[in-house]
């Protein structure tokens, strides 16, 4: 195994530290870096929200959320005490004009690394940092965490870059993508430029098409009224999956430098063919699940979710063609699509390679399937290249598809690090390889808005689709249509 070598003592500040993301996510990955001593034992998490709490009861708060999110297997009891020593807590507004920060700078050492971490609702970015700014809370080694969504569009967008950008150098700032931080997506750069066998294969004379789906089996859970006003195609599609079709499509950057990496992607996000509105209704399909059934047990609508007798237009199934008008990519369509209340929890990525030109078997002889390489990011992260291969036997020629499977932590026979742990070690490194530069966001916005400027103009609604199906009878035709098929060999 290799060495893990600690980060620079630092202090972690988690503006919305009460919520769902700062304990299920943050504050379980904090705690498994500090057990394997990368985080530094004198390196302190202060929470801050609008809650009136002290710091037991902040503690209290992240003892529960780790034993909720973190096996038993993993928590030991003085490692959890030594850890829950580090946590701290702060109530404040941080966009109240007379909020009073003299707590904050008692606690931060000024000479240490300083995080903070907005896990907050977006329209809250601008006047956070502003805040951090007017109180000399900001030092030349300050980093912000941005989450996702930047913003509702790309006016909203731009309008937060700007706002950060007066407090936050573009070097300090951290705009966080969990997906880019999977294993399975570190590997898919080790894949490409590390195997010629890949590389010389990554071309549109080879590959048919690739596939990208990003399926979830839970509705809204609570959080119904930030997803009705963003939807499955802001939430899904212009963040996660378009960095995800980046470096799939991405051409060799002339290193591992963080920008030399960016600008790759970022030639991908202009090269996207723009959706003519015409354009929109044969190339999109927009979903709402319905009432329906998944591993046996019913399940509620959307509306239902919401609690709402009000129909919405909101959508919470998107499938849609994209085309990379590269050299490399001419021809080869990527289709994506994403929902909610859908039959497995699994994202991956398909590379399904052409047929061979001509077939020398008989037509009895094969079941025949062209080369496809699935690349698995959840639930459990691998890869598996499908192949033709003789079945063993004697008694005549016949051919069937093998597959040769990759599963990380089986073959590595270790856990692997959750992605918001290696993603706020490289926040504290000053590293921001896996992070989106500005550019990034607003360049995915600019593809993705004429999508929604076109849907908007539309008078229908979202098609609906059963709760455990995967989505309108309309995505199948998406890809049918072109006479292919979605993967859903999802076992």
């Known amino acids: 195994m290799p060495q893990i070598i600690p980060v620079a003592t630092f202090d972690c500040v988690v503006f919305g530290a009460t919520g769902d993301l700062t304990l299920r996510k943050l504050l379980p990955a904090l705690y498994y870096r500090f057990r394997d001593g990368q985080m530094p034992a004198k390196s302190r998490v202060i929470g801050a929200a609008r809650s009136k709490l002290s710091d037991e009861d902040f503690r209290g708060r992240a003892t529960k959320a780790l034993e909720k999110h973190v096996p038993v297997a993993d928590r030991e009891a003085d490692t959890v005490q030594r850890f829950l020593a580090q946590l701290h807590y702060v109530s404040i507004d941080a966009t109240a004009p007379d909020a009073d920060w003299s707590r904050f700078?008692?606690?931060?050492?000024?000479?240490?690394?300083?995080?903070?971490?907005?896990?907050?609702?977006?329209?809250?970015?601008?006047?956070?940092?502003?805040?951090?700014?007017?109180?000399?809370?900001?030092?030349?080694?300050?980093?912000?965490?941005?989450?996702?969504?930047?913003?509702?569009?790309?006016?909203?967008?731009?309008?937060?870059?700007?706002?950060?950008?007066?407090?936050?150098?573009?070097?300090?700032?951290?705009?966080?993508?969990?997906?880019?931080?999977?294993?399975?997506?570190?590997?898919?750069?080790?894949?490409?430029?590390?195997?010629?066998?890949f590389e010389r294969l990554w071309t549109a004379d080879v590959i048919d098409h690739v596939q990208i789906t990003v399926a979830e089996t839970v509705g809204l859970e609570g959080r119904g009224g930030y997803y009705d006003k963003s939807g499955a195609l802001r939430d899904m599609v212009q963040n996660h999956m378009l960095q995800l079709l980046c470096l799939i499509a991405m051409d060799p950057p002339v290193s591992l430098d963080a920008d030399r990496v960016r600008d790759e992607k970022l030639k991908v996000l202009r090269a996207l063919k723009p959706m003519e509105p015409h354009e929109v209704a044969s190339l999109t399909v927009r979903g709402q699940y319905a009432h329906g059934a998944i591993d046996g047990k019913p399940v509620p609508s959307y509306l239902a979710d919401l609690g709402s007798d009000e129909a919405s237009a909101t959508e919470s199934f998107v499938a849609l063609k994209a085309e990379v008008h590269t050299w490399r990519w001419a021809g080869v369509p990527f289709y994506l699509r994403t929902g909610k209340r859908l039959p497995s929890k699994v994202s991956e990525i398909v590379i399904q390679f052409r047929k061979p030109p001509f077939s020398i078997f008989p037509r009895e002889a094969a079941e025949w399937r062209?080369?496809?390489?699935?690349?698995r990011l959840q639930p459990e992260e691998g890869m598996r290249l499908e192949m033709m291969t003789k079945d063993p036997g004697p008694g005549g020629l016949r051919l069937s598809p093998t597959g040769l499977d990759i599963s990380f932590e089986k073959t590595f026979g270790k856990r692997f690090p959750d992605a918001y742990e290696r993603l706020l070690m490289d926040t504290v490194r000053g590293n921001p390889t896996l992070f989106m530069r500005h550019d990034e966001v607003e360049a995915a916005w600019a593809w993705v808005e004429p999508i929604l400027e076109a849907w908007a103009a539309r008078p229908d609604h979202p098609r609906p689709y059963p709760a455990g199906s995967w989505g309108p009878t309309a995505a199948i035709a998406l890809i049918e249509r072109d006479g292919r098929t979605w993967n859903e060999q999802m076992e």
């Open 105 to 197: 700078k008692d606690l931060l050492d000024p000479d240490r690394i300083r995080v903070f971490y907005l896990a907050t609702s977006p329209d809250l970015y601008g006047p956070t940092c502003k805040a951090l700014g007017t109180n000399g809370m900001v030092t030349d080694k300050s980093r912000v965490v941005l989450e996702k969504p930047i913003g509702h569009d790309a006016a909203s967008a731009h309008g937060i870059i700007e706002s950060v950008g007066r407090v936050f150098t573009e070097a300090q700032t951290f705009r966080i993508d969990h997906y880019l931080g999977k294993e399975t997506v570190q590997n898919l750069m080790a894949l490409r430029f590390a195997n010629t066998i």
């Open 370 to 375: 062209p080369n496809t390489l699935i690349i």
